[in-house]
Structure formats: structure tokens, C-alpha cells
């Protein structure tokens, strides 16, 4: 894949952070919307059933694998910017095992602050999330997952991506 | 200098030791101490209790002996704290006098004197505690420690609890006696288990509650004020 | 738990060495954290000045915020309710919630939820509640309080919560985890720790499906979007929040916010002093349009602290839970000794403030005031400081008002003060026998008296110095 030194800082940054949580997460630098469908294809999006947060189902159903946007990302802590559009949408990012996000890096800031101060007011709703769910309630010993999903991947695109058209390559 | 000492009850009454160690330091370093007459107390039981008129009437008396001096030393953090941080809100009218206290170490720390002063060595392996008044209250943090350093002989061991509170608290320690003295236990934990020879303290009141603690357990660590490790040895009487 | 709020219920708690221990584990793990990443220092101390601005500027502003707020929230079609106290919180949800039809009832971590007594009141009314933050689902099972505002089980070993587990939802402890006598090899216990939690994941899984509705708490509220602010690790929230019909948050008015901008600064405060990490596993921004969505804003004593000068920047705070992380009263005590919702300086400070100091006056007592609070506020708030103040307006007993006139008489008398000082030294047992001396003697020694007072050889120093300077004595020795 990308060599840590090819990268640029935010962006290295952005891995190493994710990094330290300690979790299964990970934060992949990819050139294209096709090796994005690559790295979907190999995570078995093509054959299990899939929750795409644009195409949202009705009824809950938990998956094996959700996809989502990262419409922003922060370095410092390896946050990432979700704006799911319906309830329905946000079950994409929330019922899924593993998560996958697409990200840009065009849209790729320092740290919270500067996520924060830059927000648009939500609607309906923003949610910063920072890998994937865990709990420390049993003696402060960090257990991954908690209720929500047990894995992130974050992809970072040079532009930003079309889920539609990310799945149409998918499937083809 | 000329250096009024301000001594307070714990030690009038319960360690003179601290006192006369806090002389003979202040006399090695070519100062001229002076003890004002008749000093009782600060004030801080009653107003650490939340009765802060008998504190400042108590306070009133201590902090009028010391008309007309210039530098006033105790060594007590806790009761320095009192006099600078309490009683001027109180007696508004004796606040220029009341800020004109310092703490042993706090003074210390500006004396040119100690530089390359020739402390007797001091053997042995010790903690330091410094009291919360004078960490927290009065931001004195650097100075005991710099001051134990030049000590020869002196093996000063870092604590894993070194920040954290003795436990005594002032009327806390007979109100909540088991709270405070587990407070205490932890505190002193570590420096058991290491079988250090001495915990070096600023503060009378931690002394008297960290002693207490550690003869009740019959520990072979004993407790000192650092006033007793960098002063000259007592002569024989 | 008995005697709730009082001095004797910190006593018997410190008597419990093993409740100390678990609570220092547990404390210390959160304070090595966060020292690993935001260490007490002047870049702490910058951002603190900044937190504590914006909170305070909120305080300030709180009326206006409050409108701003309503106005927003109901223009994106959700609801605001007033509540002036727990009684009228209590009422409001349950009448949400009976509009709704709901009958069974997801919350999401509330201490405010605690505050009012809500879920034995919404229990009692016939339905069914479930908490579904892990930690307070634990102490649900257990009948017992949160001990802690951000670690609800923090004062819990992995065999208490294993036997919880078994007993209350019939789950088989884990793999080889002793539950009585000697513990079990550290390794044995953490896995043990992970399999409970994962446990409990599958335990509520169908839950949150089959919630009707959810009742929350809120980190802040903001006023500008209409939005509420809700900070998690777990995920429980966003289910909470995105599956039941309904969502209900209950937070105290003064978690108001101008905007959404001064969340970059409060929030990486809040969690790494809370937990050590440099952000939570999801922030949720959530409007009405979202969810439908009901508002409780409760009073409870918080305007009229507000108007309070002295006292009013307790309402700064974040709850964070650092105060609790590290003061040396909640490391040997526990959060259940303080009674109600909050522990620790925050919680000795906002019982007798919000519930009268006639209810919970001993609180302010139960501290050494070493001021290590203060120093890890996020806020600044002078906790140690405010703790003192609030002891002179607690009601003192007549015995000790006498016994500190009666002390302060002599201390004015230098001659009196000797002469009581000299009996001391003569007859020390008479201080064994004083009610102090028998509580100084719980776990201690007393000091020995020293043969003559530190005044005494001054004197004699001084007549064999120069014992012409006898006529010279005034105010020198």
C-alpha cells in the first residue's frame, strides 16, 4: 500500500492517531474511486449484504459491513465528520460490524478546533467519530467493540468521492 | 539580614526542634534572627473550619507582633499561606504587613547566600513531602527540592504520590480520622516498601500526622523537617 | 447507603481498604492517561483560561441563550420544556413518554436522570428501563448508585461485576475467573473483563431494537443550531438516539452554549482529563430533525446559584469526573458516601448548593482542601477555595463554636495560651482524653511533648547571650 514517508503530515498524522486508539482501525491513502472498490471487494462488499448510508433500508439490519462519508477528517485525533442525512442513513456507520468511511483529503484539517469552528450548523445531525466503539467500564480496561461497530477503516481519496459510483464499481 | 522568625504553634508548643533548626540555618547563613514576644497563632484551625472572625481576632494578635519588620520567615507552608492568602481579606488594614511573610524554602530560594553555601552532609535515603499549602497555595514547588539536592550524602528518592496530599488537613484529621489517616497509609505506602530512612517534610502539621502514622506502625522511617536537614548540626548541651 | 452525605459515611467507607484500592486502580489509570498526553503545565493551563472564558461568558448569558435555544429547537419541530424542579422533571417525561405509548424505555448515561430519581419513579409507574451505558447497567443490576459521573462502576472488581452478572442475568462467569478467596492470575481477569463487556454487548443488542423510546442526558446544549450535544465511547447514544420513536434528553440549563465553535476547545478537556483520551469515540450534534425530539431543561436550584457571586462559577463546570480522578478523599472513599448524583469537590460543592446546606452541610467538610481539584479543573474552577468558603456558612454545632471561642480567647492571650500549652506538656494524657485527642488517636500516635517550648529556650539563649539585654526587652526576645 502507501509508505508512511510518501504521505503528507496531515495525513500521516491522521494514521498515526488512529494508530494510538489502540484498535483495529485503520486509515488507508488510496489514488483512486477503483482502488477504493478494490479494497471493498476484498472486504467482501460485492457478496455480504451491505449498508450504503445514500441507499438506507427502512427497517434496522445489522450488517457485516456499512459504508459511509467522511465529509471532514482531523489529524490530531483521527476524527472523522459524518452528516448522515436521515436516521435510517446513520444505521450505515451504527449497525454495521466494520465500517468503512470515504474520505477526501481535500478535506482533511489540523485538529478538533479547527473541525469544530469550520462546522456547518447540523442538519440533521453531525456526528465526530473517533474509531471504532469501546468501553472501559470493567476495571478501565479498554474493550473494542462496545455497542456500535467493531472496526473502522477511513479511506482517503484526492478528491472527493460518489458513493454511487463507488458502488456501481463495486458490483461491476 | 535581619530576619523576624515567625513561629508557629505546632512548633512553639509540639517541635521546637523545627524551631531551633530553623535559627541555627538562618544564623549559619549570616542572618540576624529575631523572635517577636508573645506569638500564639495564625488563626487557620477556626478558619478552616469556617469561623473566619475567631481566625482573623486569633490572626489579628499573631500578625501585629511583627510592626515594623521587614522580613518575616516561618517554616510552615500552612501557616504562611494563612497570613498571605486569608488575612489580608480579613484584617484589610494589616495587608502590607501580612504580605511581607515567607515560607523557609520560599525565602531560601532568593537567598544569594545559599548558593555554594556548605551544608553539613546528611546521610541517608528520603522522600520529600511537600505540604499541599505551600505546593498549591503559595506555588512553592522547585525550592525544597533544589535546597535537599545540595546536600551531601542526601539520596532524595522521587515518590509515585510525591504531589498528593498527607491527609492531615487541619480539623479534618479528628474529623474524619480513619479518611485522613488512610490518606496518609498511601501516601507513605511507597516509602515503606522502599524502607527509606527519612521522610523529609516543609510542613509542622504534616510532620506531627505522617510521624503519628508511621510510629503507630512502628516503621523504622522516621520523619524530619527539612529546616533539620539543612541546618547545622544541634550542639550537645 | 446509610448516612448518606455525612462525615460518618466517608469513615466507614475509608474502613474498607479494598474499596479504596479499586478506586485508586481505576482513578489512577484515567490521571496516567491523561498525563501522557496533557500533563498539568502552562499548555494546559492556556487552554484551561480559554474553557473557563467561554463557560463563564455562557453563564452570563444564559437568558438569552436559553431563548435562542428554545426558539431554534422548536423551529426545527421539536418540543421545550421548563422544569423548575425533580419533582416537575420526573412528571414531564412520564407524560412524554405516556403520550407516546411508550413502555419500554432505553437511557443512554444521564447523572441528571440520577439527580431527579427518574428511573425508579418511571419504573414504578410501570415501565420497564434500561440502561445501556455498561457501567450503569452494572450498577443497575446492583440496585446501587453511579460512584462515578464518567466510570458509573469504578468502584467494581471484575469478580463483583462476574457474580452480578450471574445472579441478576444469569450469565455464566467467565473462563477459569475465581470469584471468591485469592484472585485470579492477572491475565485471567482482564480477559475475564473483555468477556463480560462483550457480554453485555449481546445482552442489550436486541434491547435497543425493541426501545420505544429513549431518554438521554446532554454534555451541552447549543444555542445558535438547536442542537444537543451528546459525548460517548460506546455507541449506546447514537443507538439510543436512532432507533426508538422518540428521543427525551433531560440536561440542567446551565449546559447551554453559545455555538457550536467553542466545542473544539471544551471537548478535548473534557475527555482527556475525564479518561486520558484526546477525544470520545463520538461526539453526536443532534437536532430535532433527526429525531423527534423533546427538551427538559431543569432548574433545581441552578438560577438561583447563578445569582450567587460567591458560588455562581460552579456552574462552569464540564463534568468532566478529574476533580473525582484525583482528590485524595474520593481515592479512599468512594463516590457513594457524598449521596445524590455527584461526587467528589464538584459534588460536595453542588448538594448543599443546589439541595441546602441544611440537607448536605457535612460535604464541605469531607476534604483535606489540598487543592489538587482546582489544579486539574478544566474550567478553573477554585474548587478548594469554594469548599472553605462554603464551611463558614455551613451551621456549626454549639459545642464547637464554644470549644473555638474558648480556644480563640486564649489565643488573643499569650499568657493564657502559654500556661494551657504548659499544662499540655505536663499532663499530655488530658489530650488522649479530649474528643479530638481520642479521634487523633484512631490511627495515630500523638505527639510527645517536648521538654520546654521553642519560646522558652529563645528566652534562655537570649540570658546567656547577654543577659544586659534584659532591660532592653520589648517587642524583640
Redesign the interface.
Given at each position: 500500500m502507501e509508505r508512511k514517508d510518501d504521505l503528507p503530515p496531515l495525513a500521516r498524522r491522521f494514521q498515526e492517531s488512529l494508530g494510538e486508539l489502540a484498535g483495529p482501525d485503520q486509515a488507508h491513502f488510496l489514488s483512486s474511486l477503483g482502488e477504493a472498490a478494490e479494497f471493498l471487494r476484498e472486504a467482501r462488499a460485492g457478496e455480504e449484504a451491505v449498508l450504503w448510508e445514500d441507499r438506507p433500508r427502512e427497517r434496522p439490519f445489522r450488517a457485516p459491513l456499512g459504508v459511509c462519508r467522511a465529509w471532514k477528517a482531523a489529524a490530531a485525533t483521527g476524527s472523522i465528520l459524518l452528516l448522515p442525512p436521515s436516521r435510517e442513513a446513520s444505521w450505515a456507520s451504527l449497525l454495521a460490524d466494520r465500517v468503512v468511511a470515504l474520505a477526501s483529503l481535500e478535506d482533511l484539517v489540523a485538529d478538533l478546533d479547527e473541525l469544530f469552528t469550520t462546522l456547518g450548523p447540523p442538519s440533521p445531525a453531525a456526528l465526530v467519530v473517533t474509531g471504532s466503539s469501546r468501553t472501559a467500564d470493567i476495571e478501565k480496561q479498554l474493550v473494542i467493540p462496545a455497542h456500535g461497530p467493531s472496526r473502522l477503516d477511513v479511506l482517503f481519496l484526492p478528491e472527493r468521492p460518489d458513493l454511487a459510483r463507488l458502488r456501481e464499481m463495486v458490483r461491476s | 539580614m535581619r530576619i523576624a522568625l515567625f513561629?508557629p504553634?505546632f512548633?512553639?508548643?509540639?517541635?521546637?526542634?523545627v524551631?531551633?533548626a530553623t535559627?541555627r540555618l538562618l544564623e549559619a547563613l549570616g542572618h540576624q534572627v529575631?523572635?517577636?514576644?508573645?506569638?500564639?497563632?495564625c488563626?487557620q484551625?477556626?478558619?478552616?473550619?469556617?469561623?473566619?472572625q475567631?481566625a482573623a481576632?486569633?490572626g489579628k494578635?499573631l500578625v501585629e507582633?511583627f510592626?515594623?519588620e521587614e522580613v518575616i520567615v516561618a517554616p510552615s507552608g500552612s501557616c504562611v499561606a494563612m497570613v498571605r492568602r486569608e488575612l489580608p481579606r480579613l484584617l484589610p488594614e494589616l495587608a502590607p504587613l501580612c504580605n511581607r511573610f515567607r515560607e523557609l524554602t520560599e525565602f531560601l530560594g532568593k537567598d544569594p547566600g545559599v548558593k555554594d553555601f556548605p551544608f553539613a552532609p546528611f546521610r541517608g535515603r528520603a522522600a520529600l513531602h511537600v505540604g499541599?499549602h505551600l505546593?498549591?497555595?503559595l506555588g512553592v514547588e522547585r525550592e525544597p527540592l533544589e535546597l535537599l539536592r545540595s546536600v551531601e550524602g542526601l539520596q532524595v528518592v522521587p515518590l509515585e504520590a510525591d504531589?498528593?496530599?498527607c491527609?492531615?488537613?487541619?480539623?479534618?484529621?479528628?474529623?474524619?480520622?480513619?479518611?485522613?489517616?488512610?490518606?496518609?497509609?498511601?501516601r507513605l505506602a511507597q516509602a515503606l516498601r522502599l524502607d527509606l530512612d527519612w521522610i523529609v517534610t516543609t510542613d509542622p502539621s504534616c510532620m506531627?500526622?505522617m510521624?503519628?502514622?508511621l510510629?503507630?506502625k512502628r516503621a523504622r522511617t522516621r520523619v524530619l523537617h527539612i529546616a533539620q536537614v539543612l541546618a547545622p548540626k544541634e550542639e550537645e548541651r | 447507603m446509610k448516612d448518606e452525605g455525612t462525615?460518618q459515611a466517608?469513615?466507614a467507607?475509608?474502613?474498607d481498604?479494598s474499596l479504596?484500592e479499586k478506586v485508586?486502580r481505576a482513578v489512577e489509570r484515567s490521571v496516567a492517561k491523561m498525563s501522557a498526553h496533557l500533563p498539568l503545565g502552562p499548555e494546559r493551563d492556556a487552554l484551561r483560561d480559554k474553557a473557563r472564558a467561554v463557560r463563564m461568558e455562557a453563564l452570563e448569558e444564559l437568558p438569552e441563550l436559553l431563548e435562542r435555544f428554545t426558539a431554534n429547537i422548536e423551529a426545527a419541530g421539536g418540543r421545550v420544556h421548563r422544569a423548575r424542579n425533580s419533582r416537575e422533571a420526573r412528571e414531564t417525561i412520564l407524560r412524554i413518554l405516556r403520550e407516546e405509548g411508550a413502555r419500554i424505555v432505553v437511557k443512554s448515561k444521564s447523572m441528571t436522570t440520577e439527580e431527579i430519581g427518574l428511573n425508579p419513579f418511571l419504573e414504578e409507574a410501570g415501565l420497564e428501563v434500561i440502561e445501556t451505558d455498561l457501567g450503569e447497567l452494572i450498577v443497575q443490576l446492583r440496585g446501587e448508585r453511579p460512584s462515578h459521573i464518567t466510570a458509573p462502576a469504578l468502584h467494581l472488581s471484575v469478580e463483583d461485576i462476574a457474580r452480578t452478572f450471574r445472579d441478576e442475568l444469569g450469565i455464566p462467569p467467565p473462563e477459569g475467573l475465581v470469584l471468591e478467596g485469592p484472585p485470579s492470575p492477572e491475565e485471567v481477569r482482564m480477559r475475564a473483563a473483555r468477556e463480560l463487556s462483550l457480554a453485555a454487548r449481546r445482552h442489550l443488542a436486541e434491547k435497543f431494537l425493541q426501545g420505544d423510546a429513549a431518554v438521554t442526558g446532554a454534555n451541552f446544549l447549543l444555542a445558535d443550531c438547536g442542537a444537543v450535544v451528546i459525548v460517548e465511547n460506546e455507541n449506546n447514544a447514537r443507538l439510543c438516539t436512532s432507533l426508538p420513536r422518540r428521543q427525551i434528553v433531560l440536561a440542567g440549563v446551565e449546559k447551554l452554549l453559545p455555538s457550536r465553535a467553542a466545542l473544539g476547545t471544551l471537548l478535548p478537556l473534557l475527555t482527556v482529563t475525564a479518561t486520558g483520551q484526546p477525544a470520545a469515540g463520538v461526539v453526536n450534534l443532534l437536532t430535532p430533525r433527526y429525531t423527534p425530539m423533546d427538551v427538559v431543561l431543569l432548574d433545581n436550584g441552578r438560577l438561583a446559584l447563578r445569582e450567587d457571586p460567591l458560588f455562581r462559577e460552579v456552574l462552569a463546570c464540564i463534568r468532566c469526573g478529574g476533580c473525582m480522578n484525583i482528590c485524595?478523599?474520593y481515592?479512599?472513599?468512594g463516590g457513594h458516601p457524598y449521596g445524590g448524583a455527584y461526587a467528589g469537590p464538584i459534588g460536595a460543592l453542588l448538594r448543599p448548593l443546589l439541595e441546602g446546606l441544611d440537607r448536605a452541610g457535612e460535604l464541605?467538610?469531607?476534604?483535606?482542601?489540598?487543592?489538587?481539584c482546582?489544579?486539574i479543573c478544566p474550567v478553573r474552577i477554585p474548587l478548594d477555595r469554594l469548599l472553605?468558603e462554603?464551611?463558614?456558612?455551613?451551621r456549626?454545632g454549639l459545642l464547637?463554636?464554644a470549644a473555638?471561642?474558648a480556644?480563640?480567647f486564649?489565643?488573643?492571650r499569650?499568657a493564657l495560651?502559654r500556661l494551657a500549652?504548659a499544662v499540655?506538656?505536663k499532663f499530655p494524657f488530658l489530650a488522649a482524653l479530649t474528643?479530638?485527642g481520642r479521634?487523633?488517636k484512631?490511627?495515630?500516635?500523638?505527639?510527645r511533648?517536648?521538654r520546654?517550648?521553642?519560646?522558652a529556650?529563645?528566652e534562655k539563649r537570649k540570658d546567656r547571650e547577654d543577659p544586659r539585654k534584659e532591660r532592653d526587652?520589648g517587642?524583640?526576645?
Open positions: - | 513561629v504553634c512548633v512553639n508548643h509540639a517541635l521546637p526542634q524551631g531551633r535559627v529575631v523572635v517577636p514576644r508573645n506569638q500564639t497563632c488563626g484551625p477556626a478558619f478552616n473550619t469556617g469561623l473566619p475567631e481576632a486569633v494578635t507582633r510592626q515594623g499541599c505546593l498549591r497555595g504531589r498528593y496530599c491527609g492531615f488537613g487541619g480539623t479534618f484529621s479528628v474529623k474524619a480520622p480513619r479518611l485522613s489517616t488512610a490518606i496518609g497509609e498511601t506531627l500526622h510521624e503519628g502514622i510510629a503507630r | 462525615l466517608f469513615e467507607a475509608a474502613s481498604p479504596g485508586r485524595p478523599v481515592r479512599h472513599a464541605p467538610f469531607a476534604s483535606s482542601l489540598c487543592g489538587a482546582s489544579e472553605l462554603l464551611r463558614a456558612r455551613a456549626h464547637e463554636k473555638f471561642r480556644w480563640a486564649a489565643a488573643e499569650p495560651f500549652a499540655w506538656r474528643p479530638p479521634a487523633w484512631k490511627g495515630r500516635e500523638l505527639p511533648p517536648p520546654e517550648s521553642f519560646e529556650w529563645w526587652r517587642t524583640e526576645g
